[in-house]
C-alpha cells in the first residue's frame, strides 16, 4: 500500500466565515491558522498546501484578556537606524484592526514559500460586512468566546 500525497490540482478549497465578536485573539489566530494549513482535513501534507478560505469579520470586537491592550505592544522597524515604533495593541485595534489579527495569524504559519501563499487566503475585515458572499462561505464556530 502506498502512502497517499495529495497533487496541488487535486486540493478542493472550501470558505470559512469566522466572527471574531469577543473570541480571545490567540484562540482565534490558532483555529484560522489550521484551517489555513489544512491540517483539519484527513488529506494533510506538510508540504502541499491543502488549506481553505478564511474570512474573519468583526476584527474590530476581538477580545483581549488581560492587560495586553495597554501592556502587549505591536513592533515594526522602517530599516534605518532608530528607526524602531512600537504601538501598544489598544492603538493597533483602533486604527488598522485588520493587522493586529493578519500579524498573529501569520506568525503561525511557516516561514517559507508555502506559508505566504497559506497567508494569501486570509481575508480579515474590521466590520461586519465582507464581499465574498458569492464563494458561499460557511460559517466557522470557535469556542472559547469572553462573557462580558
Known amino acids: 500500500m502506498r502512502t497517499y500525497s495529495p497533487k496541488a490540482g487535486e486540493v478542493t478549497r ?3 466565515v469566522i466572527d471574531a465578536e469577543d473570541v480571545v485573539l490567540g484562540r482565534l489566530a490558532t483555529q484560522a491558522a489550521t484551517l489555513l ?7 494533510y501534507a506538510p508540504h502541499v498546501d491543502t ?3 478564511v474570512v474573519i469579520v468583526n476584527a474590530e470586537k476581538v477580545a483581549l484578556t488581560g492587560n495586553k491592550r495597554e501592556q ?14 512600537k504601538q501598544s495593541f489598544g492603538e493597533v485595534l483602533q486604527k488598522h484592526p ?12 511557516p516561514k517559507n514559500k508555502l ?21 458561499n462561505p460557511q ?4 469556542k ?3 462573557n462580558k
Request: a positive charge; aromatic letters at 10%.
Open 14 to 16: 472550501a470558505w470559512h
Open 37 to 43: 494549513r489544512g491540517k483539519h482535513k484527513p488529506t
Open 51 to 53: 488549506g481553505d478560505f
Open 72 to 85: 502587549a505592544f505591536h513592533y515594526r522597524h522602517s530599516g534605518y537606524p532608530g528607526g524602531l515604533r
Open 98 to 109: 485588520e493587522r493586529l489579527l493578519e500579524k498573529a495569524i501569520k506568525g503561525m504559519l
Open 115 to 135: 506559508g505566504r501563499a497559506m497567508g494569501k487566503k486570509l481575508k480579515v475585515y474590521a466590520g461586519p460586512n465582507h464581499p465574498h458572499q458569492a464563494q
Open 139 to 142: 460559517p466557522f464556530e470557535i
Open 144 to 146: 472559547g468566546k469572553v
